[in-house]
């Protein structure tokens, strides 16, 4: 069964950067795709940005673009996300989410997509 862990979440001051981190483990990892969610307090959980199983294809929210960067560690098995220039609406729990999908190249950055989560990773963007 198909495991995922965040970490790296923190207290950051408006403008700063970091690097959050998304282990998978269980399952065979490229038949996932993995996806970036947040959800402020509040408000609804949100898609950030998406990694097809291939790793070659990615989709990013409005609000991420130009300032946030999904990748991978295919030796590691891990899915990061570098935020820079972060502002304090970037404020939220961040999980990482899969779907095992047969098409290589599609995600899909919508929570009700994804059907595995993580157990999700603070992070607070204030001074």
């Known amino acids: 069964q198909l495991q995922l862990v965040e970490s790296g979440g923190a207290l950051v001051e408006p403008g700063g950067s970091l690097r959050l981190s998304c282990k998978v483990s269980g399952s065979t990892w490229d038949y996932w795709a993995i996806g970036w969610f947040r959800q402020a307090p509040g408000k609804e959980r949100e898609g950030v940005s998406c990694l097809t199983r291939s790793g070659g294809q990615t989709d990013y929210a409005d609000s991420a673009k130009g300032r946030f960067a999904i990748s991978r560690d295919a030796v590691k098995h891990i899915v990061f996300l570098e935020m820079n220039s972060l502002k304090p609406e970037d404020t939220g729990i961040y999980y990482c989410?899969?779907?095992?999908?047969?098409?290589?190249?599609?995600?899909?950055?919508?929570?009700?997509?994804?059907?595995?989560w993580g157990q999700g990773t603070q992070v607070t963007v204030s001074s």
């Open positions: 989410a899969a779907r095992k999908y047969d098409i290589t190249s599609m995600c899909v950055l919508d929570r009700n997509w994804f059907p595995v």
